[in-house]
């Protein structure tokens, strides 16, 4: 069985300082890993995907995650923040080589941007 | 390229009465097609999934059902809503190669 841990469901960083959104999995196989985004009353975004390729993964927007498999982790970060970037954000795994794609998601973590 | 639809948009239903929603894929053939629903606070649940006409398999038993007509379409029914069925739901589609699932843009269901 996979799961997702996202560790602090609410995340306030200023404007122009750097953002980081802690995710960690479980996973009985080698997993595939992904980032979302959903802004207010939307469906979600995908930002970037890691699928056992190079292990820092650049996306859209500026952000960009690392895989560390010896930490279970897949922290999304981003160096400078934007007033834009306030959203919800999603980290979600996939067991590779199912027959469907079947997601399984983290509760979220709601970024907040301050002036 | 590929579009997903939902409709509606935004729902108000009251206890006890039907529901139909609908997801269409443009632009791709025989696709995965996945209904979640996202309450608040409590991130996405997937509630079906389909690989194909007819082949819909149930994530969570609960009092909704879902239905796969035609090759793009899929559509998520109740005949009796509950308070607990108000959330977003999200359609969602992939093609049977890939992981990366492409999401809707949802639909906000109220029950009172």
């Known amino acids: 069985a996979q799961s997702v841990t996202q560790l602090g469901s609410h995340v306030s960083v200023s404007e122009g300082a750097l953002v980081l959104l802690r995710c960690n999995y479980s996973?009985?196989?080698?997993?595939?890993l992904f980032w979302y985004v959903q802004y207010p009353n939307q469906g979600l975004q995908l930002l970037l995907k890691?699928?056992?390729?190079?292990?820092l993964v650049k996306g859209i927007n500026g952000f960009e995650a690392e895989f560390k498999k010896s930490e279970t982790s897949f922290h999304l970060t981003k160096p400078s923040a934007h007033m834009s970037d306030a959203a919800e954000y999603f980290c979600?795994?996939?067991?590779?080589?199912?027959?469907?794609?079947?997601?399984?998601f983290g509760q979220g973590t709601i970024l907040t941007v301050h002036p | 390229s590929q579009t997903i639809h939902q409709w509606p948009a935004t729902l108000v239903q009251p206890v006890g009465s039907p529901l139909s929603l609908e997801c269409t894929v443009e632009?791709?053939?025989?696709?995965?097609l996945y209904w979640y629903r996202q309450a608040a606070g409590r991130g996405l649940q997937l509630l079906f999934y389909?690989?194909?006409?007819?082949?819909i398999s149930s994530e969570v038993p609960q009092n909704l059902s879902a239905s796969r007509p035609q090759d793009r379409q899929f559509i998520l029914s109740s005949k009796k809503l509950l308070l607990s069925d108000s959330g977003f739901y999200l359609c969602?589609?992939?093609?049977?190669?890939?992981?990366?699932?492409?999401f809707g843009p949802g639909t906000r269901l109220l029950v009172l």
């Open positions: 389909s690989v194909g006409i007819g082949q």
């Open positions: 969602a589609w992939n093609r049977g190669s890939e992981e990366t699932q492409y």
């Open positions: 632009g791709t053939s025989n696709p995965n």
């Open positions: 979600a795994v996939s067991e590779h080589g199912t027959s469907y794609g079947k997601l399984t």
């Open positions: 890691y699928t056992s390729a190079a292990t």
């Open positions: 996973s009985s196989v080698p997993p595939y």
